[in-house]
C-alpha cells in the first residue's frame, strides 16, 4: 500500500515530532530515519544478523595448528564391544 497522508508538525522546545496514525505504525520501538534532499524517510529499525556482526571483525592473521581429524573407529569412542 503507497498511502500517503497530511500530518501535523508537534513543536517541543528544539524538536519536531508528528504521531503516525494506527495503520501507519511500526512494530518495535525504534525506527530509522534518512533525509534524502527535502524528504525524511522512515523505515523500521532492522535487527542485527550474524551477517553484519561479521562485517564489522577484523579478519584474524594467526597462525592456527594442524589438527588430526582422523575419525575414531565405531564402537572404539563408547567401549561397546564388537560380536
Known amino acids: 500500500m503507497n498511502a500517503q497522508r497530511t500530518l501535523k508538525i508537534i513543536r517541543e522546545g528544539g524538536e519536531q515530532r508528528i504521531s503516525l496514525p494506527a495503520d501507519m505504525q511500526f512494530p518495535g520501538d525504534e525506527v530509522t530515519v534518512t533525509r ?9 529499525k532492522r535487527r542485527k544478523t550474524l551477517e553484519d556482526l561479521l562485517a564489522k571483525w577484523e579478519p584474524i592473521d594467526d597462525e592456527f595448528p594442524d589438527i588430526d581429524d582422523a575419525q575414531p573407529e565405531l564402537g572404539a569412542a563408547s567401549g561397546t564391544r564388537s560380536a
Do not use: M, N, T
Open 36 to 44: 534524502e534532499g527535502d524528504r525524511l524517510v522512515i523505515s523500521p
